[in-house]
C-alpha cells in the first residue's frame, strides 16, 4: 500500500471552504457590477426602463452564453408577442434583435468549438435556393426596390430562424425541451385566445361569421387554426408516451385546448387539418382500431363542427372562389412557368389570395422555386421516415428475440411511439391538408416544424449515421415528379369544380 493512501487528507480551512461554496469570478463580478449599476441608473432614468434595460443586458448575456436558449425565447417571442400585450414594448423589435444575437452566437460557438456544419444537407440546399429564388423572382417582376427589400427580409428571416433550429436542436433532450416548449407555448396562444373570444375580441367577417384570431404572425384564423393542429400530434404524443407524469398530465390539458382554439376560430382549413392529425395518430399507434376511430372522429367533425365546415361543397360560394383563385394561379404560372409573378405578387393580379399552399408556390415562384419547396418536405420526410423505420427494424428484433420492445409492446410499431420524427411527420402531414385549401406557403411555424423534423432525424439515428445522405438524380427526379403530379391534380380539380 503507498504511502499517499495512508496519509490522511488534510481537512480544508474555512477560507477555502467558503471560496468553494461561491459562484464564479465572473458571475461574482457581474452580480457587482450590477448592484452598483442600478442605483446609478435610478438617478436619471426612471424605474420601469432600468429594469427593462437590465433584464433586456441579463437575457442577451445568456444567449450569448447559451444560443440554444436564444433560440426556445425566438420561439417564445414569435408565439406570444408580448409587444402587442404591452404595447410600450412595440418599438424595441426585441425579436429581431434575439434572433440575430442567437444567430451570432451561434456562429462565433460554432467556430470557436469547430462544430460540424450541416449546411451540406439536401433539405438546407432546398431552403437556401428557395430563398434565393423568392427574392430573384420579385427583383425579376417588381421593380419596387422598398417592395424587394421588405421581402428579401421576410424570407431572409425564415431562413435564419431554419437554420438556428437545424444546428441548435443537437441533442435528444434539446429536441424533446423544444417540442415541449413549442407545446407549451401554442397551448398558451391557444388559451389567451379562447379568452379574448369569449370577451368578445373576435374578427367579424364578411358574411356575418365570428371567428376568433390571434396575434402577430397568427393574427389569420386559418393560421392559428393550422398552428394549433400541428401542435395536436405533439400534445398526444406525450400525454400517451413514455414520459414523466407531470409531462403527461400537461400535455393532457394542452388537448382540448388546442382543438377547442380550433373550434372557435371556424377554419374549414383548419379543422381538416385537426381530422388529419387524429386520424393519424391513432392510425398509427392502434392499427386498425385507431384508423376506424379517425375515420369517425373526422365524420364527426363534418357533421358537428363549425358551420363553414358543414357548408363545404364544390358548389359553395366561397368554394367557387378558391376555384377561380386556383384557375387565376394556373395563368400566371402560364405567363412565367420558370420564376412565376413574384413572392406576395398573388393579389396584385387576382383579387383573392390563392387559397392554396401549392397554387400559391407555383404563381409566384414558377416551376424553379416550387420545385425547390416541395423538395424542403420531400428530404425532411425521408429522414424521418429513415428514423421511423429503423425503430420499426430494432422493436420487430426485440419482439422476436423474446425482450419487450421499446415501450412495452411487441407490435412491430411499438418503438415508434415515442419517436419525435413520427410525430413531427404526423405534424406536417396535417399542415399539406390544410395547406391545400389555405395559403400558407411562408407561414413561420411551418419553418419550425420542418427545422425540427430535421434535426430530429440527426439526434434519433445511430452516431454512424447521423448524417442525412447526400441527393441522388433518383431523389431530384422524384421531386420533379411530385411537383408536376401536384400541377395536374389542381387543374384536374379546376376543370372538375369550374
Request: glycine share 10%.
Amino acid at each position: 500500500m503507498s504511502e499517499a493512501t495512508l496519509k490522511p487528507a488534510l481537512a480544508d480551512s474555512p477560507w477555502q471552504r467558503m471560496r468553494d461554496a461561491l459562484p464564479p469570478r465572473t458571475v461574482c463580478g457581474l452580480a457587482v457590477l450590477v448592484s452598483l449599476l442600478i442605483p446609478a441608473l435610478l438617478l436619471w432614468f426612471p424605474m420601469p426602463m432600468v429594469i427593462g434595460g437590465v433584464v433586456g443586458l441579463l437575457i442577451l448575456t445568456l444567449v450569448l452564453a447559451c444560443p440554444y436558449a436564444g433560440l426556445i425565447i425566438f420561439l417564445g417571442l414569435l408565439y406570444l408577442r408580448p409587444e402587442e400585450i404591452f404595447p410600450k414594448l412595440a418599438g424595441a423589435r426585441m425579436t429581431l434583435v434575439i434572433s440575430l444575437v442567437t444567430l451570432f452566437a451561434w456562429a462565433v460557438n460554432a467556430l470557436l468549438r469547430r462544430e460540424r456544419s450541416l449546411l451540406h444537407l439536401p433539405v438546407v440546399r432546398c431552403f437556401i435556393g428557395f430563398v434565393a429564388l423568392a427574392i430573384l423572382s420579385t427583383a425579376y417582376n417588381v421593380p419596387d426596390l422598398g417592395t424587394l427589400s421588405g421581402i428579401a427580409l421576410d424570407v431572409i428571416k425564415l431562413l435564419i430562424l431554419f437554420v438556428l433550429v437545424v444546428h441548435l436542436v443537437n441533442t435528444l433532450v434539446r429536441l424533446r425541451v423544444a417540442l415541449g416548449a413549442l407545446l407549451l407555448l401554442t397551448a398558451i396562444m391557444g388559451a389567451r385566445t379562447i379568452w379574448q373570444y369569449q370577451n368578445g375580441e373576435a374578427a367579424v367577417m364578411s358574411d356575418g361569421d365570428v371567428r376568433a384570431l390571434g396575434t402577430g404572425i397568427f393574427g389569420d384564423p386559418n393560421d392559428l387554426a393550422l398552428a394549433m393542429a400541428m401542435a395536436l400530434p405533439l400534445a398526444l404524443g406525450f400525454a400517451f408516451g413514455k414520459v414523466r407524469l407531470w409531462t403527461r398530465l400537461w400535455s393532457l390539458a394542452a388537448a382540448p385546448i388546442l382543438v377547442w382554439t380550433i373550434y372557435v376560430t371556424n377554419s374549414r382549413g383548419g379543422m381538416l387539418a385537426l381530422g388529419a392529425s387524429l386520424f393519424l395518430f391513432f392510425g398509427r399507434r392502434l392499427g386498425r382500431v385507431g384508423a376506424i376511430v379517425g375515420v369517425v372522429v373526422v365524420l364527426a367533425l363534418f357533421a358537428f363542427g363549425p358551420s363553414r365546415l358543414s357548408q363545404m361543397s364544390a358548389d359553395e360560394e366561397s368554394a367557387q372562389g378558391r376555384v377561380v383563385a386556383w384557375e387565376a394561379g394556373m395563368d400566371m404560372l402560364k405567363s412565367n412557368p420558370v420564376w412565376g409573378v413574384g413572392k406576395d405578387q398573388f393579389t396584385e393580379h387576382h383579387y383573392l389570395t390563392a387559397h392554396n399552399s401549392l397554387v400559391l408556390c407555383l404563381a409566384e415562384l414558377g416551376l424553379a422555386g416550387t420545385i425547390c419547396w416541395i423538395g424542403l418536405f420531400y428530404f425532411a420526410f425521408q429522414g424521418g421516415q429513415k428514423v421511423v423505420a429503423r425503430q420499426r427494424s430494432v422493436a420487430a428484433r426485440q419482439g422476436r428475440g423474446g425482450s419487450p420492445p421499446a415501450v412495452g409492446s411487441a407490435h412491430p410499431q411499438a418503438g415508434t411511439r415515442s419517436s419525435q420524427a413520427l410525430l413531427l411527420q404526423i405534424s406536417l402531414t396535417a399542415f399539406l391538408v390544410g395547406g391545400f385549401f389555405l395559403s400558407r406557403t411562408y407561414t413561420t411555424s411551418l419553418y419550425v416544424y420542418l427545422g425540427l423534423m430535421v434535426a430530429a432525424a440527426q439526434v434519433e439515428t445511430e452516431p454512424s449515421t447521423s448524417t442525412m445522405p447526400t441527393a441522388s438524380a433518383g431523389d431530384w427526379l422524384k421531386i420533379v415528379g411530385i411537383t408536376l403530379a401536384g400541377l395536374l391534380l389542381v387543374m384536374g380539380l379546376v376543370r372538375l369544380w369550374s
